[in-house]
């Protein structure tokens, strides 16, 4: 049996007009077959991909098909945890090869087969049942859900506590748990740097509030940096050499790749206080 809608964003949207309601398409017969999973029963709907969105905050996804005579989308809502844990789903999914476009918070077309865009705690998937999925159909149908849902269209602010002088674009991300397959760094945004002259490197901040002492809880495995100015531990990772993290005014920062602990120790240095 099929459940009604009743999504929180829709209360929340006076774009859309009714609780019951998802948004019309231009061209296509629908909603249809709307269905609702929480945190028990998304695993119906998505087995063996769950995981990944109760990672990242999953609250519910709501679920709908559009059709015309050429094509059948099947559309699913997932409503997540924060703007950063659903940026975050779409960074995990992101496709290489796929075409970006400024619609959202972001958006991209994975053709013959999908679109997504992301609009505050929102991702929303489309998919081709029936048909393909063309550039051209995306720009019709994306804009609908991304006026439908509530939220604004920047990126989370999180990513912005990085500095963006020398960060290789397109590289900065959020790590929920177990950053660099690490159990002791948890809820981390990252990115790559590059300065002419210099080791490429990744660098990251622990979020404020995430671990308390973001530097109390850490194995035995790290060590403590000889005359380090303020409360720093580092630790050798495979294939990457030194990682150090370090507490400063602005936060926990870490790096990895410097080609030394003291040139790690000087790019924190500048960068957190």
């Known amino acids: ?3 009604v809608l009743a999504l929180g964003l829709i209360l929340a949207s006076p774009c859309l007009a009714l609780a019951a309601d998802l ?6 017969k629908g909603p ?3 269905e609702s999973f929480d945190t028990k029963t998304v695993w119906q709907a998505i087995d063996g991909a ?3 969105y109760l990672a990242y905050g999953f609250k519910q996804l709501t679920s709908a098909e559009y059709e015309r005579k050429d094509l059948l989308l099947s559309v699913g809502i997932f409503e997540q945890a924060t703007p ?5 789903v779409f960074l995990k999914q992101q496709q290489k090869d796929a075409l970006l476009l400024s619609i ?6 994975s053709a013959p087969s999908q679109c997504v865009v992301v609009k505050g705690a929102y991702y929303v998937k489309v998919d081709a049942s029936r048909g393909q999925v063309t550039p051209a159909i995306c720009q019709q149908v994306l804009p609908v859900f991304a006026k439908a849902l509530p939220g604004d269209t920047m990126l989370p602010k999180e990513l912005s506590l990085l500095p963006s002088k020398g960060q290789v674009p397109g590289s900065v991300g959020y790590t929920k748990t177990c950053f660099l397959g690490l159990s002791d760094l948890k809820n981390v945004v990252h990115a790559k740097y590059e300065t002419p002259g210099e080791k490429p490197y990744q660098l990251f901040l622990i979020l ?3 671990q308390g002492d973001a530097l109390a809880g850490l194995s035995e495995k790290w060590v403590a940096v000889p005359k380090a100015p303020v409360k720093a531990l580092s630790r050798k990772i495979p294939y990457q050499g030194d990682l150090v993290v370090a507490t400063f005014p602005k936060g926990t920062f870490g790096i990895v790749g410097a080609k030394d602990v003291d040139t790690a120790m000087a790019v924190l240095k500048a960068v957190g206080n």
Do not use: H, Q
């Not at 950063?84 to 975050?88: I, P, S, T, V």
């Not at 959202?104 to 077309?109: D, F, H, K, S």
């Open 50 to 52: 769950a995981e990944m």
């Open 84 to 88: 950063l844990d659903a940026y975050a």
């Open 208 to 210: 404020p509030g995430a």
């Open 1 to 3: 049996m099929k459940t």
């Open 32 to 34: 249809a077959d709307v």
């Open 23 to 28: 948004p019309s398409l231009p061209g296509f």
């Open 104 to 109: 959202g918070t972001v958006a991209l077309v």
